[in-house]
């Protein structure tokens, strides 16, 4: 690699700036390309950086806590202190920019009153974050439990310490309140939606789909195979075989015009401990649906895992949100924007239904709820698109084939 600046790349679709959690290379070490540089707190996750080609680290520019930028340069490489900037290891702007600010904690006046929290001789091992937190928060580090690698003290696990600190001196007769501060991931998230809600005009349609033949198929198989694909699973390749028929559904929402994408990507929310991730099943509608099964398992578990990769999180075309193991039987999600709608499937239920004779049976039903945005599809588009699913979730045989 030439000599060059390494810029804080774009990790998500809505960064704007993120902190750097670990420098994984000291300057004068080499690293080849693939190898771990950098781990960084982006607004959806804490990822780790790989090197896109060989080099040399040969200055670090934004120390670890400290906050660049989307394109600020962050490190020089290959020991040229002021080379050619364009030399970049993102697809970022090449236009000069300011060196990377240094972000002050902001501290709450409750802790600055409090006496400032100080470590033991025994320095604990915890990110930079995370001790900015314990700081803010008046959190020991000592004593606490990492989850990040090599037992590494995190932020989060911070954040779940501090929740049992200081109740409200306001007043007493809610009792003792607790403030639980959101991460940055949590952050985002909440903006994120009081944008979705407050921008897209959405509306959303809802049918019954009859689940009786994929419940029996997923008994049938449960000691023929090694792993049966869930009915989530099943969702998802309904998804996107609808998608092919019904491209408008397939697109973004972007500077007041519908962009349609190529690829059919359907994302899958995940719920962690402290946000909602959405990794995307690539070409979900191309795969069998033994591999979407096998992917989604192990989107989830990496999810859980904080262990997506930026690509995973950011390339979803259409989102499947799934409550129905949690036995709820319908829900209205949010639009995952600049996604143009939602689906929201809720748990399969038995419904008794009649018959062609007149009688009464059970039949396994779920609810599914399509939020749509009413500037990329209409009412009589979205009622075409769920029925579409219906109709492929009713007869599997095709999903199947």
């Known amino acids: 690699m030439s000599a060059g600046v390494l810029r804080m790349p774009r990790l998500s679709d809505s960064m704007e700036e993120a902190t750097?959690?670990?420098w994984l290379k000291q300057p004068g070490e080499a690293f080849a390309r693939g190898e771990p540089?950098?781990?960084?707190?982006?607004d959806k996750a804490t990822v780790v950086y790989e090197a896109e080609a060989d080099g040399v680290l040969a200055e670090i520019l934004v120390s670890e806590g400290a906050t660049a930028a989307l394109g600020?340069?962050?490190?020089?490489?290959?020991?040229?202190?002021?080379?050619?900037e364009s030399q970049a290891m993102s697809e970022e702007p090449k236009a000069a920019v300011e060196p990377a600010r240094v972000a002050?904690?902001?501290?709450p006046a409750a802790a600055q009153a409090a006496p400032a929290y100080r470590e033991p001789a025994a320095r604990a091992r915890a990110t930079p974050v995370a001790r900015r937190t314990a700081v803010e928060l008046g959190v020991a580090l000592h004593g606490l439990t990492g989850t990040g690698p090599g037992g590494r003290i995190r932020q989060l696990d911070v954040l779940r310490a501090g929740?049992?600190?200081?109740p409200s001196e306001t007043s007493d007769l809610k009792g003792a309140t607790t403030v639980v501060p959101l991460s940055t991931t949590g952050e985002t998230i909440a903006r994120r939606m009081t944008q979705s809600r407050s921008e897209i005009p959405s509306f959303e349609v809802v049918v019954q789909a009859d689940m009786t033949t994929i419940v029996d198929l997923r008994k049938d198989a449960a000691d023929l195979v090694e792993t049966v694909p869930s009915v989530n699973d099943?969702?998802?390749?309904?998804?996107?075989?609808?998608l092919r028929d019904y491209p408008a559904f397939n697109s973004s929402f972007v500077d007041g015009r519908s962009e349609r994408?190529?690829?059919v990507n359907v994302g899958v929310a995940v719920a962690t401990e402290d946000a909602l991730l959405v990794p995307a099943v690539m070409d979900a509608d191309a795969k069998p649906l033994a591999i979407i099964a096998a992917e989604t398992r192990d989107l989830v578990a990496r999810a859980r895992g904080r262990q997506l990769t930026p690509d995973e999180l950011t390339a979803s075309t259409f989102t499947v949100s799934n409550l129905g193991m949690f036995?709820?039987?319908?829900?209205?999600?949010?639009i995952n924007a600049p996604q143009v709608a939602i689906l929201a499937v809720g748990a399969v239920a038995r419904t008794p239904a009649e018959t062609d004779t007149g009688g009464v049976t059970f039949r396994d039903v779920a609810t599914l709820t399509l939020t749509s945005d009413h500037r990329a599809v209409y009412g009589a588009d979205a009622a075409r698109f769920l029925g579409r699913i219906r109709q492929l979730l009713e007869h599997p045989l095709a999903l199947l084939l």
């Open 20 to 22: 750097i959690v670990a």
């Open 37 to 42: 540089l950098v781990e960084v707190e982006t």
């Open 72 to 84: 600020e340069p962050i490190a020089r490489l290959d020991g040229d202190r002021g080379g050619d």
């Open 104 to 107: 002050e904690p902001r501290v």
């Open 163 to 166: 929740r049992a600190a200081r």
């Open 234 to 242: 099943f969702v998802v390749k309904a998804v996107a075989a609808a």
């Open 261 to 263: 994408h190529g690829r």
């Open 327 to 334: 036995d709820v039987r319908s829900f209205t999600a949010v």
